[in-house]
């Protein structure tokens, strides 16, 4: 089951990537941006990966996110963000997977010499089956430079520290070292490829890793609309030498404006997750359609 653990800098990313492939920097001094999506989705085989538990059932659930951003630009070159987001996913049947995320982030991003700097810090609290499940701290300084031609480079380093509630020895800490490039269509739309590797090192050695993760993704205008198709892949080899997992990922779906700030969310998402650990090697298909308000 996925979960958000996302740094609220995404908003500052987005910004400073569609403001760069426009040619220039947005002038508002503040901005509040505010969303609320409800809908519902079917989970053919709920899985919460970070545990390895499965429920090999399928079943529905009602979802909704909410997420509030602030941004203030302290002066030409400098702007700080912070943000609030909330999701919960509620099944039907399968109530123990019921999964319940709040985060909070805040990040400052400048420009000097050229270069775009980021500086971010992110708080999640994630709950399951109402019950304290995971908190992650997220540290993460970038840096990104727009070249010729429209591409967009940025590299980041994350540092990740998660308490588990009950899974005591999966309590540690992860470091990622990570470069994406963006490449943008004339006329709208990007094309996103990425690769970074991460370091696992948990209270219990048995769950220690290193890993390769690559992803790409494109995005391209449909209409009033966006449609975009996001790919994962994820190789873990255990340091214990007893475990190596490899997971792709594959996401798709539309953005599509309706009346004045409504939008229409139709979703799919597929996980191969393979492992030579049982309850890690299982398939999932998620197929989720949210309405919204953004404003």
């Known amino acids: 089951?996925?979960?958000?653990?996302?740094?609220?800098?995404?908003?500052?990313?987005?910004?400073?990537?569609?403001?760069a492939a426009q040619g220039g920097?947005?002038?508002?001094?503040?901005?509040?941006?505010i969303s609320i999506y409800a809908g519902a989705?079917?989970?053919?085989?709920?899985?919460?990966?970070?545990?390895?538990?499965?429920?090999?059932?399928g079943d529905f659930a009602g979802l909704l996110e909410v997420s509030l951003g602030y941004e203030n630009k302290i002066s030409e070159n400098l702007s700080f963000s912070a943000g609030?987001?909330?999701?919960?996913?509620?099944?039907?049947?399968?109530?123990?997977?019921?999964?319940?995320?709040?985060?909070?982030s805040a990040g400052l991003s400048g420009q000097m010499a050229g270069l775009d700097l980021g500086l971010d810090y992110s708080f999640f609290h994630n709950r399951l089956?109402?019950?304290?499940?995971?908190?992650?701290?997220?540290?993460?300084?970038?840096?990104?430079?727009?070249?010729?031609?429209?591409?967009?480079?940025?590299?980041?380093?994350?540092?990740?520290?998660?308490?588990?509630?009950?899974?005591?020895?999966?309590?540690?800490?992860n470091q990622k070292y990570g470069v994406d490039s963006y490449f943008f269509f004339d006329g709208g739309g990007f094309f996103r490829v990425g690769a970074?590797?991460?370091e696992e090192d948990a209270a219990a050695a048995i769950f220690d890793y290193d890993g390769l993760v690559l992803n790409a993704q494109v995005k391209v205008p449909v209409g009033e609309g966006d449609f975009y198709v996001k790919?994962?892949?994820?190789?873990?080899?255990?340091?214990?030498?007893?475990r190596e997992d490899k997971r792709t990922s594959l996401r798709a779906g539309l953005e599509l404006p309706f009346m004045d700030?409504?939008?229409?969310?139709?979703?799919?998402?597929?996980?191969?997750?393979?492992?030579?650990?049982?309850?890690?090697?299982?398939?999932?298909?998620?197929?989720?359609?949210?309405?919204g308000i953004e404003f």
Not at 271 to 286: G, I, K, R
Request: no cysteine; charged share 20%.
């Open 41 to 57: 989705e079917y989970n053919d085989n709920i899985a919460v990966s970070d545990i390895d538990l499965g429920s090999g059932q």
């Open 231 to 242: 790919g994962n892949y994820k190789k873990r080899t255990y340091d214990s030498g007893l």
């Open 129 to 173: 089956g109402g019950e304290s499940f995971l908190d992650m701290q997220l540290f993460s300084p970038s840096i990104a430079k727009m070249f010729p031609g429209n591409i967009y480079v940025r590299a980041a380093y994350t540092y990740m520290d998660k308490d588990f509630e009950t899974a005591l020895t999966r309590s540690g800490n």
């Open 261 to 291: 700030n409504l939008i229409i969310k139709p979703e799919y998402r597929f996980l191969d997750s393979s492992s030579n650990l049982a309850s890690a090697d299982y398939s999932e298909h998620v197929f989720s359609l949210m309405f």
């Open 1 to 19: 089951m996925p979960y958000k653990a996302k740094l609220k800098s995404g908003m500052v990313i987005s910004a400073i990537i569609l403001s």
């Open 84 to 104: 609030y987001d909330f999701s919960y996913t509620r099944f039907v049947d399968e109530t123990a997977f019921n999964f319940q995320s709040h985060g909070l």
């Open 25 to 33: 920097y947005a002038d508002d001094e503040n901005e509040i941006e």
């Open 196 to 198: 970074a590797w991460q």
